[in-house]
């Protein structure tokens, strides 16, 4: 996969040890940026649950698969995009609506949880071979 121009891109192996790495990485990021705590906490928890998606069902837990983040902090805009091997389709709106109805006692409200906290978020699939989830968030 070739790097998107103007973007830093982290490649960590589909495993749980990768979460605790990305969510350290970003918290720094941001910080040392200066971006206001309750934005970074919104782009932090967003990116650790595209993640965890990531490692759990994009990758299935595969530590010999990578999952790769891209991103690009601006002065006035954070963009990631994360992909991970899986390739495996779904509909978004589904599982987000459904986070909305049930009452769940734990998980399955990633997607709702990103779409509150992000600015935009899209979903990319290139079936059977990767699953792209692309965040967004203006820092002002």
């Known amino acids: 996969m070739i790097p998107l ?7 960590l192996p589909a495993e749980l040890a990768s979460l605790a790495k990305v969510d ?3 918290r720094s990021l941001l910080s040392a940026a200066g971006v206001a705590a309750v934005v970074s906490e919104d782009i ?3 990116v650790n649950e595209a993640m965890n998606n990531a490692v759990d069902h994009g990758s299935r837990y595969q530590r010999d698969l990578t999952v790769t983040l891209d991103y690009r902090l601006e002065s006035d805009r954070f963009v990631l995009l994360l ?5 495996r389709t779904f509909d978004p709106g589904y599982f ?4 909305i109805r ?5 998980g399955g409200r990633g997607i709702l949880i990103m779409h509150e906290l992000m600015d935009e978020l899209l979903f990319f699939f290139i079936p059977g071979r990767s ?3 692309m965040l967004a968030k203006a820092l002002g």
């Open 5 to 11: 121009r103007g973007f830093t891109r982290l490649e």
């Open 83 to 87: 992909t991970d091997p899986g390739g």
């Open 131 to 133: 699953t792209t989830v």
């Open 102 to 106: 049930k009452d769940w006692a734990i």
């Open 96 to 99: 987000r609506e459904l986070a």
């Open 24 to 26: 350290a990485h970003f």
């Open 44 to 46: 932090v928890l967003s």
